[in-house]
């Protein structure tokens, strides 16, 4: 009912206008069906009269799409510029190398033109349109090498020693650049600075060999117990007044070994392998000692590790002389330091050595010897004497 209503209600002028609308778009539709079937005729008479242009008609299968698809890849190339050869990119790589920056795009462009066998433009180069020279590439000493090959990183053999050239240190103190670029810079920076290089020798040449009325003890230790905490003798040594070392062994430990405390120490397991019994060692080190003067830095240590014990009047501690501690104003002065303040002599550098100690303890002791023992006599003298007992 509701569509003959509708159908009912459209008057006649509705109908011929609604009419009058289809027929413009089937005129419309016919005439872009025509204007298209004229340019496809038009094409094919094209194509029959120059068959090249081909690739100007759109595909229908799929043998027109991939042989659309291949002219393209063609064009494509024609127009991109053509790639570099072996030749130009070897020249990008020396440029690198011999410049150490990367190369700014016209050096590029003119490597790549020069490559190709293209003119270069007048102005673009310094060498006036000669052809450049290659330049070998530097090596990592500044020298130049053959061929452009880079110097391995790894070489064989002891690394070679700085030069003076390379410490461009100022106002750094020497001993600051040894802890951290180590003694060869160091010993380099002095030389710059015009400071005297220290002694290293601690002995001296040619001397008596044998045992003398003064000796210097060291010992060297390892660590043991869970934590490495405890200490044990693994190293013993002795030199005489000239600084010759008449004693020098090590100690097979009879408990596990739990730190060997190599870089303090310098001890290895292959040491204490064939090391000597602790109570043989024990035995020489006290027949030694019997009778002479002993000399040490913190001797009373290397003593409590032995097992032994020295008379207090015949020990020279160069860790509790007060001239010592004064000169250098320290209440407890390590070694080391009083080596270099004292003597001009460094130790300890690298892995410490029980023997080296022993025989700058003793050169401490003998720059000193006559003020050492000068001492103790007035000492001895000013010592009032003990009340004897009152007779009847």
Known sequence: MAKTKAKASQTPSDKSVSKAESHKRNLKKKKKILFWKKKMK???????????KTAELPPKTAEEVSANWKALQELLKQKDPPALDHSSKKKEEEAIRAKGVMPTPKEKEEAQKGANGASVKPGAAKSGGKKAKKRPALGQEGGRRKG????????????????AADIWFDDVDPDDIEAALGPEVARVARKNLGIKEKETRLEKEGAFEGLTKVVALDCEMVGTGPDGEDSVAARVSVVNRFGRCVYDKFIRPNEKVTDYRTKVSGIRP???KAGEDFKVVQAEVASILKGRILVGHAVHNDLKILFLDHPKKKTRDTQKYKPFRQQVKSGKPSLKLLCEKLLNVRIQTTEHSS????????RLYVTVKREWEASLQEKKQQKPAPPRGNKD
């Open 42 to 52: 038009g094409a094919e008479k094209k194509t029959q009269k120059d068959p090249e």
């Open 148 to 163: 452009g090959r880079q110097a391995p990183e790894a070489h064989k053999g002891p690394e070679p020693e700085p030069r």
């Open 270 to 272: 292959k040491h204490l």
């Open 355 to 362: 023997v080296q100690d022993a025989q700058a303890a003793m």
